[in-house]
């Protein structure tokens, strides 16, 4: 293994190290469902939407968003219960007033696309009570465009 081979690699490592500090735990609610954050348009503003039930366009939260300092301190949204009932209600009313869930991303918005191109987390142990948490990365299979000679990632994992 060369030099620069050797480098590469304590570069990627440290890179999955640094990005182990984020929270992944805002990517889904307990439910599994996962959760989402405003859509901000060019100047930083909400969009105004009214088919969402804040009025304001909402997108999930993916890894790119968790790791990416562009959407650092935006606040993860608390999914909202969609009957139309007085606790409900009420409940969404307390959850929206006590939701202080922020993303946290360190990573430039190019290498933040470029880790979200890379990997994707195969499993996420959210707190526990101990305070320890963990997440497991699993890196993309390359593939050769046979046209363009390009190599991207897909979604298969490499083995």
């Not at 948490?133 to 699993?138: E, H, V």
């Amino acid at each position: 293994m060369t030099n620069r081979e050797i480098i590469k690699k304590l570069r990627d490592n440290a890179e999955l190290a640094w990005a182990s500090y984020f929270y992944f735990d805002l990517l889904k609610d307990s439910s599994n469902i996962p959760r989402k954050i405003y859509k901000l348009d060019s100047k930083g503003n909400k969009i105004e939407d009214t088919s969402y039930p804040r009025g304001y366009k909402e997108v999930a939260i993916s890894l790119e968003h968790i790791v990416s300092k562009e959407y650092r301190g935006q606040e993860a949204l608390i999914n909202l219960k969609q009957d139309d009932t007085w606790k409900s209600n009420l409940l969404n009313t307390l959850d929206e007033k006590t939701n202080f869930d922020q993303l946290n991303g360190e990573f430039n918005p190019l290498q933040a696309q470029n880790f979200a191109k890379r990997y994707k987390i195969c499993f996420h142990q959210p707190n526990t009570e101990s305070g320890f948490s963990a997440t497991l990365f699993g890196e993309k299979r390359k593939q050769k465009d046979t046209e363009s000679k390009e190599i991207k990632y897909t979604n298969k994992m490499a083995i």
